[in-house]
């Protein structure tokens, strides 16, 4: 059975740094992307990036760019999202979760999500 | 603003059929598949539709997908209460960036 199982909930102050964590099972972790979504309060999806764990490869949505780091650990089948200096604007809940998808054919789908994990930046 | 635009709302009786419409452009649904999401109040979502029109194992077949050219539709027939919830579309454009709708919230009247 495929898993993803995030860490919990965070509490923060502007500035702060901060690695959520995405733990996977189940399946061959190199051989598919895991993909960041975020969901900020009441609003809709946004993707923020995803990373091959296979051979790190990571893209990131312009939208994002620069203001968070994704990256995984073969090792222990983890993916992380980190921020070294939070914003309260990054107040939301994140999503992982695994791609399915042949590459170059448009074909990619979000087939398994982790829970969530919210982030809470206030001063 | 979301680069793919869904409706903000639907309603519908329980047993009718809705449909949830996703517009897009030639670089993203035009160019590329489309699935679908439902996210149930505080769960994380999940995949109802992927490929335009295949449903994961699990799904019933009351949820259907179709595209055509630039835009996308979300079919649901034979309504239950327990559909209540946000629908988003989501493809990739061509810089090889993954988009979502604003998503739509489905009220079963």
């Known amino acids: 059975e495929v898993q993803l199982v995030q860490s919990g909930a965070e509490v923060k102050k502007p500035g702060e740094s901060l690695r959520v964590s995405c733990k996977t099972s189940?399946?061959?972790?190199?051989?598919?992307?895991v993909a960041w979504v975020r969901q900020m309060p009441g609003r809709g999806l946004e993707w923020m990036g995803n990373?091959?764990?296979?051979?790190?490869?990571?893209r990131y949505s312009p939208s994002f760019r620069g203001q968070g780091t994704i990256s995984a650990d073969k090792s222990i089948t983890t993916a992380y999202l980190q921020w070294n200096s939070l914003k309260a604007s990054d107040t939301g809940i994140y999503y992982c979760a695994r791609l399915r998808g042949s590459y170059g054919s448009g074909s990619y789908f979000f087939e398994f999500w982790g829970q969530g994990t919210l982030v809470t930046v206030s001063s | 603003q979301s680069v793919l635009t869904q409706p903000p709302s639907v309603s519908a009786a329980p047993g009718q059929r809705v449909t949830i419409s996703c517009s897009g452009s030639s670089s993203n649904i035009g160019s590329n598949y489309v699935s679908w999401y439902q996210q149930l109040p505080r769960t994380a979502p999940k995949v109802l539709i992927y490929?335009?029109?295949k449903r994961p194992s699990g799904i019933p077949g009351r949820f259907s997908g179709s595209k055509s050219g630039t835009s996308a539709t979300l079919a649901i027939t034979g309504l239950q209460t327990g559909d209540e919830a946000d629908y988003y579309c989501a493809t990739w454009d061509s810089s090889l960036t993954a988009v979502f709708g604003g998503g739509t919230r489905l009220t079963v009247l």
């Open positions: 189940g399946y061959t972790f190199i051989n598919y992307w």
């Open positions: 990373v091959y764990p296979g051979d790190s490869d990571t």
């Open positions: 490929e335009n029109n």
